[in-house]
């Protein structure tokens, strides 16, 4: 007995759909694409429909009127104007130019010393469809109906170069009139040899001519006025069948951040034992009267302080402590990690057994191991009626420097535009600003060479040192610290054999009573603020260099700089 048909099955039917869809997608994809097509070659059609008409239209003006609207050669042709064929807008620009033929030698070299031969009429169609732009362009010469004549005016040669002085193509070159009439308005592009050559323009001393480009720097001319005496450069002079050459120069922008920093600072972790709130844990121990006393009828005890983890910590300081032992008592204080466990005396000698005998140094400690500290109080008696007491202890640690926010800073180029009434220079690039929330701010300049200053904080180091030497697009960063010193400050500069700043090294000051450790920045400065007038040691280390000890440094008063070289 034959076996009747099978139906589908469910994999039958998905294979199938899936089959129908990749087919039905890359009909689609070709119908979209053939859409498209249809769509650009209709665009670029009416585009070149429209260039037609415009170029018809300057053939039908005469020579004479031959013109721009503010453009040399004046006449009654819009630079820009807009139309829309099929909801596609496009943007025509029309632009018209004497032309010096090289055939009778060109500028000052011109057989008849006219160099305003013909007219070169131009007009760009350019629209946009989605993502893509186009254009369309048509260019024309139109001769005049006689022989070649003089306009009356001159000509206007203007290069525009790099900062190297290289010539630069497709820079925006704008030239303003409006002490002549008509006036001029004109924006043009430099050629590939960067030149923008107009003829035919009309004797003036006013004309302006301002230069720029994406992601460049701008050049430009400036006015005479009570302010700028002599503007450098001014205004062009345009005479009688005479070139009025210019130079502009423009380059990429540059990117110079600045941060700005506190000092770094010594603070000091100090209980006085009024209440128990710096205790983390306690056993058999007791705060009254401030001070840290056996509890009850213990014959020891215990505590620990809350953790110490400053922020930008750059080394531990002075262990302090202040005791009262009767006879028969004890009392002794060691330094803990952040779990309370006693550190080794690899690390700090003499703390097993805890320090009953102050100050301690605690500079050996390396915060790369131990970011963070505890206070261990350990207390011992011999008798139920008598207890040892600790009245106070303080840990000093030095951090920074931090991230200062909101700092007003002003940033001025040398460059100059003139001078007043007085000679003295108006510079072209001054900058008002300030350091953002995050006590950062990056500012888009040109090259050239710029200082800081700060109008309302003293400015202790600027790293790099000023002026900020910028070339085209470049990114500079430089760390400013800043505040107001202390009464009695000392600068550390720490250089190798060859005078090359350190900035890998640590300086370790200290005296009676006082230790701080500060790596040296990345100029090699360590500064350190907020003294004693003292006589201070100074020791300074850095990976693969000796250990060099500087003593006997008074410091008294805003201290000259200290400079040590390491071997």
Known sequence: MSRELQGFSLIDVIVGIALMLIIFLALFGVLRASLMLSTLSKAAAAATELANTQMEYLRGLSYDALGTIGGIPAGPVPQTATSTV??????IRTYIVYYDDPADGLGAQDSDGITTDYKIGKVVVSYTLGVLTKSVTLVSNFAPPGIESSTGGGTLSLHIVDAAGTSMSGATVTIINTAISPAVNLTTFSDANGLVLIGGAATSSEYQVYVSRAGYSSAQTYARTSQNINPTPGYLTVATNQTTSATFAID?????????????????????FADSSHLATETNTQVGGGA???AGQALSGSAQSTQ?????????GILSATTSTPSGTAAVVHIGDATGNPLPDSVLAGNSTGFSSFPVSLTAIATSSYPTLTLLAGLTSNSTTTTPSILDWSLSYTEGPALLPNTAFTLTGA????????NTPIYKT???DSTDATGQKT?????????LTLPSTPLIESCPAMPYALAPATATSTALIVGTPSSNTLPVLVEDSAYNPLGTAKVVLTASGYAATIPTSACGLAYFNGLTAAAYTATVSAPGYATTTIAAINVSGQTATTTVILP
Do not use: H, M, Q
């Not at 099929?86 to 943007?91: C, F, K, L, Q, V």
């Open 86 to 91: 099929d909801g596609i807008s496009y943007a």
């Open 252 to 272: 990429r922008l540059s990117a110079l951040s600045l941060s700005t920093f506190s000092p770094a600072i010594t603070t000091v972790f100090s209980d006085t």
């Open 292 to 294: 840290l006393t056996l």
């Open 308 to 316: 110490l983890a400053p922020n930008n910590l750059d080394g531990w």
């Open 415 to 422: 460059k100059t535009v003139g001078t007043d009434a007085s």
């Open 430 to 432: 001054v900058v008002n």
């Open 443 to 451: 500012e888009s300049l040109e090259w050239d060479a710029y200082t």
